[in-house]
């Protein structure tokens, strides 16, 4: 759907004065805004392609992806009852949105913001929502007040009663008073990019970590956002009683129920904090268990919806959730994995990233991303079918930034669906970066060669051994075939002979039992 263009009088337009020059330039800008929400809606070359998740061989049974869409929001039921006696038969209603940008510049910044708003719509999607419209506007810088100015917003009221929204997002993270100033003029709910994503994470996350992790990141969240109704929030509560009645211990200024509110919600962010930091000696043993036994792990990385998943698949057959949805991983998950010549390692698969990524959560995650800064190799996954895929690299390594030891860990470029990829574009970025690898963890294309460079990559044991080991320790021998690498293997009449490298811990281990 398109909308008239804007008064060019309205006070938040960027016009100075009535020359035709200028009306006309004013005219231009809102064509390129129209066109680029006309694709947005199309679904042109969208974050989130449309259609259902194709699923391979090495994808498993993908028994959770039942459970997943079993949560979905139904289409065309309303929260809202005809009869009382649907009480107990009413679903969420889903809801309809409308979403909302902006940008400065000319045609290149539009079409940034293109991107921008069709990842906007495919979050808003994941989340179960309905995109019914969009609003892009191009501003100098965003409006203090009301984020769009006065005439744009007044527009977008209009827009939104048209199609019958009950939800406006806006590709940004709004300022509390610039929310509350829009919900007065439009009437319905406004929520920023930021709410969006961690309604998307609390959907989602399902280990005891992760839905800490989550919570934590919507409390921070929600914290400066508090907002009185009427004298709710200014209601005080006597100092021992807490508003019991009067007397002693009624009396004084007491607290509002929002400052109440805001002390509860202090108190469940230490109480998560605490309960994070104490699950963290467990994955840290997990870790000191791997380093001990010198097993290397291979972190995967990358934007969402970028095939990390599917790729961990194809190299493991671990048959994890694969989904066609932004965020659909987000408690990691480790798996064994070996090479060609019989090396054990591990592959991690991690949270993805997005462009402008809440800061909450980068933080609420930052025990998880552990185990990128721990890896002996990165796999930098890409989709390389999408429009801004340098966009994406570079989000990506602006969340990896922050992470502690990351500088150390060799990082492989993982340019995934080359089946539906423009090879021109993955040519361009070929020439960018250092070291790439072409693959369609769909089809198997570049699996095999792969699997060769992560085998070349991963750090070899360099303590040599050459000795006999007694037949009573075919513990050590196994761990030796598991974990270093052997040249020569002999059985004699004390023991085995083994010839080969292995890391320091265990060649002390061989040793001492060599006979």
């Given at each position: 759907?398109?909308?008239?263009?804007?008064?060019?009088?309205?006070?938040?337009?960027?016009?100075?004065?009535?020359?035709?020059?200028?009306?006309?330039?004013?005219?231009?800008?809102?064509?390129?805004?129209?066109?680029?929400?006309?694709?947005?809606?199309?679904?042109?070359?969208?974050?989130?392609?449309?259609?259902?998740?194709?699923?391979?061989?090495?994808?498993?049974?993908?028994?959770?992806?039942?459970?997943?869409?079993?949560?979905?929001?139904?289409?065309?039921?309303?929260?809202?009852?005809?009869?009382?006696?649907?009480?107990?038969?009413?679903?969420?209603?889903l809801?309809?949105?409308?979403?909302?940008?902006?940008?400065?510049?000319?045609?290149?910044?539009?079409?940034?913001?293109?991107?921008?708003?069709?990842?906007?719509?495919?979050?808003?999607?994941?989340?179960?929502?309905?995109?019914?419209?969009?609003?892009?506007?191009?501003?100098?810088?965003?409006?203090?007040?009301?984020?769009?100015?006065?005439?744009?917003?007044?527009?977008?009221?209009?827009?939104?009663?048209?199609?019958?929204?009950?939800?406006?997002?806006?590709?940004?993270?709004?300022?509390?008073?610039?929310?509350?100033?829009?919900?007065?003029?439009?009437?319905?709910k406004?929520?920023?990019?930021?709410?969006?994503?961690?309604?998307?994470?609390?959907?989602?996350?399902?280990?005891r970590?992760?839905?800490?992790?989550?919570?934590?990141a919507?409390?921070?969240?929600?914290?400066?956002?508090?907002?009185?109704?009427?004298?709710?929030?200014?209601?005080?509560?006597?100092?021992?009683?807490?508003?019991?009645?009067?007397?002693?211990g009624?009396?004084?200024?007491?607290?509002?129920?929002i400052?109440?509110?805001r002390?509860?919600?202090?108190?469940?962010?230490?109480?998560?904090?605490?309960?994070?930091?104490?699950?963290?000696?467990?994955?840290?043993?997990?870790?000191?268990?791997?380093?001990?036994?010198?097993?290397?792990?291979?972190?995967?990385?990358?934007?969402?919806?970028?095939?990390k998943?599917?790729?961990?698949?194809?190299?493991?057959?671990?048959?994890?959730?694969?989904?066609?949805?932004?965020f659909?991983?987000?408690?990691?998950?480790?798996?064994?994995?070996?090479?060609?010549?019989?090396?054990?390692?591990?592959?991690?698969?991690?949270?993805?990233?997005?462009?402008?990524?809440?800061?909450?959560?980068?933080?609420?995650?930052?025990?998880?991303?552990?185990?990128?800064?721990?890896?002996?190799?990165?796999?930098?996954?890409?989709?390389?079918?999408?429009?801004?895929?340098?966009?994406?690299?570079?989000?990506?390594?602006?969340?990896?930034?922050?992470?502690?030891?990351?500088?150390?860990?060799?990082?492989?470029?993982v340019?995934n669906?080359?089946?539906?990829?423009?090879?021109?574009?993955?040519?361009?970025?070929?020439?960018?970066?250092?070291?790439?690898?072409?693959?369609?963890?769909?089809?198997?294309?570049?699996?095999?060669?792969?699997?060769?460079?992560?085998?070349?990559?991963?750090?070899?044991?360099?303590?040599?051994?050459?000795?006999?080991?007694?037949?009573?320790?075919?513990?050590?021998?196994?761990?030796?075939?598991?974990?270093?690498?052997?040249d020569?293997?002999?059985?004699?009449?004390?023991?085995?002979?083994?010839?080969?490298?292995?890391?320091?811990?265990?060649?002390?281990?061989?040793?001492?039992?060599?006979?």
């Amino acid at each position: 759907m398109t909308h008239a263009p804007q008064d060019p009088t309205a006070p938040d337009t960027e016009h100075t004065d009535d020359t035709d020059g200028t009306v006309d330039a004013g005219r231009a800008a809102q064509a390129i805004a129209n066109d680029v929400v006309a694709r947005v809606l199309a679904r042109a070359g969208t974050a989130r392609a449309e259609g259902t998740t194709v699923h391979v061989a090495h994808d498993g049974e993908q028994l959770d992806l039942e459970e997943r869409t079993a949560l979905r929001r139904v289409a065309g039921l309303s929260t809202e009852l005809d009869d009382v006696t649907e009480v107990e038969y009413r679903q969420l209603r889903l809801e309809k949105v409308v979403l909302i940008g902006q940008y400065s510049g000319g045609e290149a910044a539009a079409a940034e913001a293109g991107v921008s708003l069709r990842e906007l719509a495919a979050l808003a999607e994941t989340a179960g929502s309905e995109v019914l419209d969009g609003l892009l506007q191009r501003r100098q810088k965003p409006d203090p007040g009301t984020y769009l100015g006065s005439g744009k917003a007044a527009e977008l009221a209009e827009l939104v009663r048209d199609v019958g929204a009950d939800t406006v997002v806006a590709d940004t993270e709004l300022a509390p008073s610039q929310r509350r100033a829009l919900e007065d003029i439009v009437k319905v709910k406004v929520i920023d990019r930021t709410a969006l994503i961690l309604d998307i994470f609390a959907q989602h996350a399902k280990s005891r970590e992760g839905k800490a992790q989550v919570e934590l990141a919507q409390l921070e969240y929600l914290l400066p956002r508090l907002r009185g109704w009427g004298d709710s929030m200014s209601r005080q509560a006597g100092g021992q009683v807490g508003g019991q009645g009067a007397g002693m211990g009624s009396r004084g200024p007491g607290e509002t129920k929002i400052e109440l509110d805001r002390r509860r919600i202090r108190n469940r962010m230490a109480k998560l904090r605490r309960e994070i930091k104490e699950m963290a000696p467990a994955r840290a043993t997990k870790r000191v268990e791997r380093k001990r036994h010198a097993i290397p792990n291979v972190a995967i990385a990358g934007y969402t919806n970028a095939g990390k998943s599917s790729l961990l698949n194809a190299l493991t057959d671990a048959g994890v959730l694969v989904e066609n949805a932004l965020f659909a991983t987000l408690d990691p998950t480790v798996r064994r994995a070996t090479t060609d010549d019989g090396r054990v390692y591990t592959l991690a698969d991690t949270v993805g990233f997005v462009r402008h990524l809440p800061h909450q959560l980068v933080e609420a995650f930052r025990s998880t991303l552990e185990e990128v800064g721990d890896a002996a190799l990165l796999l930098h996954v890409v989709d390389a079918s999408h429009p801004d895929p340098e966009g994406q690299i570079a989000a990506v390594r602006e969340v990896l930034a922050e992470i502690p030891g990351i500088d150390a860990v060799r990082e492989v470029v993982v340019l995934n669906k080359a089946d539906v990829a423009d090879p021109e574009v993955i040519g361009r970025i070929q020439r960018r970066e250092k070291r790439t690898v072409v693959v369609s963890a769909h089809t198997g294309e570049g699996i095999a060669e792969l699997r060769h460079l992560i085998a070349d990559e991963l750090p070899r044991p360099e303590v040599a051994i050459d000795l006999v080991v007694p037949y009573s320790r075919g513990d050590l021998v196994n761990r030796v075939h598991q974990f270093g690498e052997l040249d020569h293997e002999e059985h004699l009449a004390t023991g085995t002979l083994l010839r080969g490298r292995v890391d320091e811990a265990l060649a002390a281990e061989l040793q001492r039992a060599a006979v």
